[in-house]
């Protein structure tokens, strides 16, 4: 049975139709309240999932009290230009390897968390993020799917004029600004979706619909980031990497976000987020 892996008020918690579950409580101790340790052991929580049918939920799920669902992940990876309609828009060649860049997990944020606007040319980027489940190097395409914990939903919120600062440019810093990484709501696994590798996505701004793809559209699969990051460095459960976005960020019709402006991210079979933009404080 699929499994749904949220962080509630700092806990690992199961989500189901009928609310959510603790999962330390609904695992008689089986597990701590450790959501890293809970991916690390996913194999075991589709048993566990199972098991709650008929049991009576802690409450409804409520995003405003989640975290990050991978809360301490040793790296999370980004992608650029990967998807077709993407590169195609910024005009640029597509890659002939993927251009791998950090964002450092300092920037990671819930589901329903406020984006701090650190600039004027702050900017979104809805994007499937990928959460692996085992220690992986040197994985071949073919064993890839089998590495992966789950997928969620994420925005890989972007200061251009950092991202740009220098030349070569080097995007790591501005995709780092603490609160650029909102992720969520849950870790949804594998075995939830039809087709993993083929999933509607979608961004709206205040409601108007910026970014609207399917992942099928990645110029890297899934499987072949798995290779090409695992061929240099080693990767650990809950490890993210943010796969890249499709068409339709700000930069491109010079609209970018302000105070007030609300962020919808939408990804078939995973569900929604909806992160806030706020002013910088002092
Ligand atoms: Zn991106």
């Not at 609310?19 to 309240?33: C, N, P």
């Not at 650190?118 to 993020?129: H, N, R, S």
């Amino acid at each position: 049975m699929a499994f749904r892996l949220a962080t509630t008020n700092d806990r690992a918690t199961l989500v189901t139709n009928d609310g959510t579950f603790d999962l330390e409580r609904h695992s008689d101790g089986g597990f701590s309240d450790d959501p890293m340790e809970a991916i690390a052991r996913h194999d075991e929580l589709h048993a566990v999932a199972e098991a709650l049918a008929g049991k009576t939920p802690d409450g409804p799920f409520d995003a405003s009290t989640a975290g990050p669902c991978s809360p301490r992940p040793q790296k999370a990876f980004g992608i650029g230009l990967n998807y077709r309609s993407h590169a195609e828009e910024s005009g640029m060649e597509l890659p002939a390897n993927p251009l791998v860049f950090a964002k450092f997990p300092s920037c990671l944020s819930g589901p329903e968390s406020d984006v701090i606007v650190f600039g004027e040319t702050t900017d979104w980027e809805a994007e499937l993020v990928v959460v692996m489940g085992r220690r992986a190097r040197d994985i071949a395409e073919g064993d890839a799917w089998k590495s992966i914990a789950g997928l969620t939903c994420g925005q890989d919120i972007s200061e251009r004029r950092t991202q740009f600062a220098s030349k070569p440019p080097h995007f790591d810093l501005g995709k780092s600004f603490d609160t650029f990484g909102p992720i969520g709501p849950y870790i949804v696994s594998l075995d939830q979706f039809e087709d993993p590798a083929d999933l509607a996505i979608s961004c709206d701004i205040n409601g108007e619909r910026r970014q609207d793809a399917r992942t099928n559209d990645l110029i890297f699969s899934i499987p072949a980031l798995i290779t090409y990051l695992s061929s240099i460095c080693t990767l650990e459960p809950g490890d993210l990497i943010f796969t890249g976005t499709p068409a339709g960020v700000g930069a491109f019709s010079k609209t970018f976000l302000k105070p007030g402006d609300t962020i919808t991210t939408t990804i078939e079979g995973i569900g929604s987020m909806t992160n806030r933009c706020v002013a910088k404080q002092g």
